[in-house]
């Protein structure tokens, strides 16, 4: 499963470029997968949900199901949060798995940065940010600068990048 990370400062743009990318890589024929980190606690579950009510009563992991999908919940207490590989371990083998966050880690990554927000290029200090995605050019960078609305031009990249094939062919007239 190839993997690339989607990095950037707070309101970057992060999101908003995962979700305009997926329906480009899809209708490629790609199966791709997300992970989202973040640093805020998240809850999932609704309070008074029978889910819920298995958590707060001590369960370790909750796996609530339904005809159209399935989700399980961990509450790590006092372990450690997982690591990214071992994140990765746990998802379904897909073409491609876009990871948003883990910034400091270190695996391949394509920055997402507008110059508007007023802060630093991440690129500059991280040699595994492999292309920066702007919205405006950057002067002196050394490596691919992509324009942040074409997402047709940000999926070649990316394909390019990962080894990975467009499995759907359009036949032209």
């Known amino acids: 499963m190839k993997t690339l990370g989607l990095v950037g400062w707070s309101g970057s743009g992060k999101t908003t470029l995962v ?19 973040t640093h805020h606690d998240i809850e999932l579950d609704k309070p008074g949900k029978d889910s819920h009510r298995h ?15 399935w989700a399980l919940i961990r509450e790590l207490r006092s ?10 371990t746990r998802m379904e083998p897909v073409d491609l798995l876009l990871v948003e966050g883990f910034k400091s ?14 802060k630093p290029l ?12 702007s919205d405006m050019p950057i002067p002196g960078l050394n490596i691919p600068l992509l324009d942040l609305d074409d997402m047709p031009a940000i999926a070649e990249f990316i394909l390019g990048h990962c080894g990975l094939q467009t499995k759907i062919t359009h036949d032209t007239p």
């Open 122 to 133: 991440l690129a500059r200090e991280d040699p595994s940010v492999i292309a920066v995605a």
């Open 19 to 37: 979700v305009r990318l997926l329906p480009e890589l899809t209708a490629r024929g790609l199966r791709v997968s997300t992970m989202k980190h």
């Open 79 to 88: 372990t450690p949060e997982p690591d990214l590989d071992s994140l990765i």
């Open 55 to 69: 958590r707060f009563a001590g369960a370790t992991e909750v796996l609530v199901t339904s005809p159209a999908r």
């Open 105 to 118: 880690h270190r695996f391949d990554k394509l920055e997402v940065h507008r110059p508007s927000n007023g």
